[in-house]
């Protein structure tokens, strides 16, 4: 991934949920560990920069990742969190030229890409109109969450996430179950369902529950997957081609990337079609 210093950001704006790695100091490149596996060629530990990672912050092999053996990194997404720790926490502060910072920023990276995933789903939330009735309690967690993205380091280390996350996740259940009782009929109820090398291709799935399930290397081609949760769901290797996934709710920019699918493929307003996918 391309990274190069940039201007901060105003501290009292909102934050971007949206990797931004020119605005980042390659933090998901160097904080993060990986095992050699069939997504990264070598091991790394936490804490040291990958063997592909530049001076300048940028990824010696960015064009190359999967070729190269790590596909891993093209499936990863920070939400954000790389550029508001690189700008916000740390002020524009880069690890290589104030040392000192080093491992406060790369203990913080993983807890605010947790914060900063939880203000996506929230934001996606409020943008639901059947989600109405938690609309208030939605808008409050977000704030909450917006202003601890502005803490700085030693109250992001201390912060309890998993409470947060708990508190949110019950107010994205009840978004999912207003949501899904617009669509007529019985809904299908996958929640956390070990559906690897499932065949669904075709399948009826609008308004699904597919919560945390196992969809490694599903055949979900030309699935109807409108108004499916589809939060924490797995879509390594799945295939999507002409796969239908308008108006899913919960759906990330990882789970596509990690994902295989076609030039009919068709996805939510706001996410990018992986550059992978067959045309």
Known sequence: MDHVSHVSHE????????????????LCCVALPFARSADFAVDKAAGTPCRNLAEDFRCGIHTRLRDKGFQGCTVFDCFGAGQQVSQVTFGGRDWRSHPGTARAMFDVFPVMRQLHELLFYVTQALALPAARPVHAELRSALAETEELTRADADALAAADVPALRAGIN????KTSELVRAKVPGKKKNHRGADLMG????????????????????????????????LIG???????????????????????????????????????????????
Do not use: M, V
């Open 11 to 26: 501290s009292h704006a909102s934050p971007e949920l949206k990797a931004d790695c020119s605005s980042c100091f390659a």
């Open 233 to 279: 769901a797995d879509f390594r290797d799945a295939d999507l081609s002409g796969a239908d996934l308008t108006d899913s709710i919960f759906l990330t920019q990882a789970q596509l990337n990690a994902a295989r699918g076609t030039a009919d493929t068709r996805i939510p307003p706001g996410l990018a079609r992986p550059a992978h996918w067959a045309a």
């Open 170 to 173: 019950t107010l994205l259940l």
């Open 198 to 229: 499932a065949r669904l291709a075709g399948a009826d799935l609008r308004g699904a529950n597919l919560r945390g399930a196992y969809l490694i290397a599903a055949d979900l081609t030309r699935a109807d997957l409108r108004t499916a949760d």
